[in-house]
């Protein structure tokens, strides 16, 4: 992008802030929010920092996230570990579509499927966040290295549910390209 994309400006509030009060609104238990280690949070809207959210949601800062997303993930990983999580869901940042309807359908429906280890969204046969893992594959998911997230691992597994959508819903903004097909659902 050339610029930090979480500060472009959607739906009046920052791009990463949408993503970041959907998780809030949504019904997890807790909202880690990885970053950068100087990263100087000013995407995060002020109103995120005041009540009800700011209670509902912390940073950690990973020291190896410019090695790539393994890393960061294995940073929300690691603290999920600490709080004994049945399960996480890594969403993105950059996916203001993804709204907290989408992450509580996986919640929900984690609680009827419990032997499915993998619950998510595709389209088109690929797979995009947010995606559900169980507690049982947070010692997969710690096995991965460099800037790759989890697809290698939901492609290979068995065990998952994966709910078609339309491509708008888990679009991620990566390009100009990518922020200007978003605008046109402001």
Do not use: C
Not at 3 to 27: D, V, W
Not at 94 to 105: G, N, R
Request: net charge neutral; charged share 30%; proline share 5%.
């Amino acid at each position: 992008m050339g610029k930090n994309k979480l500060l472009l400006e959607f739906k009046g509030l920052p791009l990463g802030s949408i993503g970041l009060k959907n998780a809030l609104n949504s019904s997890l238990d807790d909202v880690l929010v990885i970053t950068n280690e100087n990263d100087p949070l000013s995407w995060i809207d002020s109103t995120l920092f005041s009540n009800p959210y700011q209670e509902r949601w912390k940073t950690i800062p990973s020291k190896e996230s410019d090695k790539g997303q393994s890393y960061s993930i294995k940073t929300g990983l690691k603290e999920a570990i600490k709080k004994n999580a049945d399960a996480v869901i890594i969403l993105l940042a950059d996916q203001p579509l993804v709204t907290s309807k989408m992450i509580d359908f996986l919640i929900n429906a984690y609680g009827f499927e419990k032997s499915k280890e993998i619950l998510g969204y595709r389209n088109e046969q690929v797979v995009y966040p947010p995606i559900l893992f169980s507690k049982k594959l947070i010692p997969k998911l710690m096995e991965l290295h460099g800037d790759i997230g989890a697809k290698k691992i939901i492609a290979n597994f068995d065990k998952k549910i994966l709910y078609d959508t339309e491509i708008e819903k888990v679009r991620d903004v990566d390009t100009p390209e990518d922020y200007e097909a978003i605008k046109k659902f402001e």
